[in-house]
């Protein structure tokens, strides 16, 4: 077994962390330029976090390296150990769940795109024709778009994963390999397809901005797209492992699911906003701040809709229910998966 | 025998206890209405018990025992799929299972993608497979049909396959749950061979059977399991007399 090549994997994950605060700081150039902090710009606060951040970060580098060199064991260490180990299954079983989604039809990955792009005008005529929802809203048809590209990726998140332990039961019971892979994986391979949603998304967004009085066009916000989407895949696979350790005793979870998952989405408002009840119900804006989802899909909103990042608190509180999320379902995941192989 | 051996696999004070609800119940209401009712019995059921052995560097050690006597759980619990209820194991180098075949084969991907689907479960590494795929395509003397979903390959062919993925390993400990012999009559024969072959290279093997002119002729140590303990061990021929009467 190749050890890792840790001097690769630091020179990569170095980048990676310098373009990730470059186009952070891009995309939330608007929030920055004015207000204050304590009486400080904001700008400089700003500043001042990201060079402690990375100086944590390098400190952690440093620290990893001493303790490789000495050949001691660490966490970082053995969770890169396990992921080189493991990548090629997993790189495997994302494909593979990836190619069979699509293997017996004719449009094939078209799908992908053509499929929240239907939803969309089903929806639009519906709730703006029929039901004239569209005098509310501004640019009823992207409001739309974004609320079901993201429930849709969610949706599919929630749904695959439910089943990756109990559908991959043949693999459990007779080869040994880290439980976390089944439900990283397959919501990785549903990820896939909420990716590619975003180009139709991006896409309508430039054509309908063209057209549209008035004209909408795209900012730099929209940098923060792939933030908005990773803390989406972080809060899924948080879901995946609840979800799919709590299915391996209890399989009514799939047929509860589905009615949960259909209350929630009329929960969220995708196809409705918040400020057609302002003046009939207004607690439910703050009701409303509990539902993840609507966090997600505001963020969404806000940087292609509203062309402007999401202010710090509200980054800040989708970030912790996504990890918040995430550490919950690694737990429970935890604890639960030695018993997996009984009940299976 | 060498004297200086590398311990491989220590197996210590094993026990392995399965509790069983009486009839367990797959569904919420069912455990909750028994919880409330307070009819939720548990037995247990104890598959091991304090079991304790250790396999060095080239043993081929063999584990017979009658139907039930723990065999398949031991290897369950040495290849890490279960966790012991008690005790330890402690493995030194890879260990490749050769528990069943073609566990994950996906019907519809074709032969070519389910020979690195399953490569990769079995936990080769990328390179490795890419230069042992046309070996694995020889053996199984599927060529022309090895871009054909597996749902149209009949059933032989899907063992044959199964079989070239798996024969391909050179794992430091192998796990074999009778020896597999798949196929027509000519590739029984030849996947036989290789299993011969495997088991007789050097590595350390953990092989069950029924059979016991293989574990006679395979193996140099024998564990006999008989009741989820070790009734005796040692060396092949005193175990298979003893176990015969």
């Known amino acids: ?46 500043g001042a976090v990201v060079l402690v951040l990375t100086v944590c970060v390098l400190l952690y580098v440093l620290h990893l390296q001493k303790r490789l060199k000495s050949g001691k064991d660490a966490f970082g260490l053995r969770v890169l150990r396990t992921i080189h180990k493991y990548r090629f299954l997993i790189e495997q079983l994302v494909t593979r769940d990836f ?39 501004e640019h009823y048809a992207l409001y739309l778009l974004c609320g079901i590209v993201i429930w849709n990726g969610f949706n599919d998140c929630s749904t695959q994963s439910m089943r990756s332990i109990i559908g991959n039961a043949h693999l459990i019971t007779k080869v040994y390999v880290p439980k976390y892979i089944y439900p990283v994986t397959k919501v990785l391979s549903a990820s896939i397809n909420v990716l590619l949603s975003m180009v139709p998304l991006l896409l ?24 908005a989407l ?32 259909t209350i929630w989405m009329y929960a969220t408002p995708i196809i409705y906003s918040l400020e057609m009840f ?24 806000s940087i292609v809709l509203y062309r402007t990042a999401p202010t710090f608190l509200e980054m800040g509180i989708t970030a912790l229910i996504s990890f918040g999320t995430f550490a919950v379902g690694l737990l429970i995941f935890k604890k639960c998966q030695d018993k997996f192989v009984l009940y299976l | 025998m060498n004297e200086e051996r590398k311990l491989m696999i220590s197996v210590q004070d094993v026990t392995m206890t399965f509790r069983r609800e009486e009839d367990r119940s797959g569904s919420l209401k069912e455990t909750v209405t028994k919880l409330l009712s307070r009819k939720l019995k548990f037995s247990t059921f104890t598959a091991l018990h304090d079991v304790s052995f250790d396999v ?158 293989q574990i006679r002729e395979m193996c140099n140590r024998v564990i006999w399991l008989d009741g989820g303990t070790i009734r005796m061990q040692g060396e092949t021929k005193e175990v298979c007399d003893a176990y015969r009467i």
Not at chain 1, 29 to 34: A, G, I, N, T, V
Not at chain 1, 116 to 137: D, E
């Open chain 1, 278 to 301: 302002e003046s009939r119900a207004p607690w439910l804006i703050t009701v409303m701040q509990f539902n993840p989802m609507y966090h997600y899909i505001n963020f969404v909103r």
């Open chain 1, 99 to 137: 190619k069979i989604k699509y293997k017996r039809s004719v449009l094939g990955v078209f799908w992908s795109f053509l499929n929240p792009l239907l939803m969309m005008i089903v929806q639009y005529v519906v709730f703006s024709y029929l039901l004239n929802f569209r005098g509310t809203v």
């Open chain 2, 56 to 213: 060095y560097n080239g043993d081929v050690l063999g584990i017979i025992g009658r139907n039930g006597a723990g065999k398949s759980t031991i290897l369950k619990i040495i290849s890490g799929i279960m966790k012991p209820t008690k005790g330890n194991i402690i493995r030194n180098g890879n260990i490749v299972p050769m528990l069943e075949l073609g566990s994950g084969f996906d019907f519809d991907l074709s032969g070519r993608e389910n020979i690195f689907l399953n490569g990769a479960i079995l936990g080769y590494e990328k390179p490795y497979l890419f230069s042992k795929y046309e070996e694995i395509v020889d053996f199984s003397e599927l060529r022309d049909f090895i871009d054909v979903p597996l749902r149209n390959y009949s059933s032989g062919m899907i063992m044959r396959l199964a079989f070239s993925i798996a024969a391909v390993v050179e794992p430091e400990i192998l796990i074999v749950d009778e020896i597999l012999a798949v196929g027509d009559e000519n590739f029984q024969k030849k996947s036989r061979a290789r299993m011969m072959e495997l088991m007789g290279g050097g590595t350390t093997v953990l092989f069950v059977s029924h059979d016991m002119n």
């Open chain 1, 204 to 227: 309508v967004t430039v054509i309908y901005g063209l057209i549209a009085t008035p004209k909408l066009y795209l900012s730099f916000a929209v940098l923060l797209l792939p933030l």
């Open chain 1, 230 to 261: 990773l803390l989406l895949l972080v809060f899924c696979i948080g879901i995946g492992f609840i979800l799919s350790s709590l299915m391996v005793f209890f399989h009514d979870i799939e047929f509860l699911w589905t009615v949960f998952s």
């Open chain 1, 1 to 46: 077994m190749t050890d890792i090549n840790f001097k690769k994997i630091i020179r990569i994950g170095l980048i990676v962390y310098f373009a990730a605060i470059a186009l952070f700081t891009v995309g939330t150039l608007s929030r920055l330029k004015d207000g204050s902090v304590f009486g400080l710009p904001k700008f400089l606060v700003y």
